[in-house]
């Protein structure tokens, strides 16, 4: 029993006398300005932020050193324990300390990250904090980032309505990232309008071939007519399918704007096909909301707003 204790205790000197080498050469390695170093806050305070370097000197980021953000708060947004990455800018404050900077490192640091961010199209998140002309501002890893208006929604955003979105919190992607010009723009748009589609795909997959239903004419073009059903979803109707006679252009017949019946006689990769002749090839049976019937046989007659209201849309 004896022997056993007197090599567990060997063994315990030794894991000693390795872990105090250890730390005695973590202490004593060369450190240079510009490094960015690594370590664990051990103290806040309202100006400045002690570090734990590991080293025989500790590490102060002073409040100015520590982020660009407009909304950090050194006492909400650091912790004793954090780990924390900073370059350092002097060897000695004048009081033994090294002086670091947390924003030299962000930019260093963040700049890799949003390249990373950039190629993989990943979404997150950022507050917008102010407004600007064409724009607005929010800050990701720590740099300034721009989102234009044109990137803010589905649709542009008016300048007279960007102050309406500082605060709000966004779901975007970086599309630009180039250190070397300071360059960060981000965008909203492309996720929003996969959204969108997710939900008309949702929407659509609702939708019978057969239905009839009242829609506004929202487009004309030489090969037909967009018309808007309602509840974000609208179709073609080609120019063969507007008439039974043969027309030059669909404005020969509709307007924008103009209430029309179509039927619906197709519906491929999430694209509705409309017809209006359809509707002269065959009597459809109008019917109210309370007579509302679906059989495969026939033709249900309803609008479009009624059938996705009883889907859950």
């Not at 950039?118 to 507050?127: F, I, N, R, Y």
């Not at 309008?193 to 073009?221: D, F, H, M, P, Y």
């Amino acid at each position: 029993m004896e022997e056993r204790n007197v090599n567990v205790n060997e063994d315990q000197k030794v894991e000693s006398m390795e872990d105090y080498a250890d730390v005695l050469e973590r202490s004593f390695r060369k450190l240079n300005v510009g490094d960015v170093v690594e370590g664990i806050v051990s103290g806040v305070e309202d100006t400045k932020v002690t570090v734990d370097l590991d080293y025989y000197a500790p590490g102060i980021i002073l409040l100015e050193d520590l982020s660009d953000d407009p909304h950090f708060s050194i006492r909400n947004d650091i912790h004793a324990g954090d780990k924390i990455s900073a370059t350092i800018k002097r060897m000695d404050d004048g009081r033994g300390n090294i002086l670091l900077s947390k924003k030299e490192a962000n930019k260093v640091l963040a700049w890799d990250k949003l390249k990373e961010l950039l190629e993989s199209k990943e979404v997150v998140s950022v507050k917008v904090s102010e407004a600007v002309k064409a724009g607005v501002v929010a800050y990701l890893e720590g740099i300034r980032a721009f989102i234009p208006a044109s990137k803010l929604a589905l649709s542009f955003v008016e300048e007279a309505d960007l102050q309406s979105y500082v605060g709000k919190t966004l779901d975007v992607q970086v599309i630009t990232a180039d250190e070397e010009d300071d360059k960060l723009v981000l965008s909203a748009k492309e996720i929003l309008r996969e959204k969108a589609n997710e939900e008309r795909k949702n929407k659509i997959s609702n939708v019978e071939v057969g239905l009839v239903t009242e829609g506004t004419v929202e487009s004309l073009q030489s090969y037909g007519a967009f018309i808007d059903l309602g509840n974000g979803i609208s179709g073609l109707c080609h120019i063969s399918q507007i008439a039974n006679q043969r027309i030059a252009h669909p404005s020969s017949v509709l307007k924008v704007g103009q209430k029309v019946k179509v039927k619906v006689i197709a519906i491929k990769d999430g694209k509705l096909s409309l017809s209006m002749k359809a509707l002269d090839d065959v009597m459809a049976k109008e019917i109210t909301e309370e007579e509302i019937e679906y059989k495969s046989e026939g033709e249900a007659t309803t609008t479009l707003a009624d059938l996705l209201k009883k889907a859950g849309f």
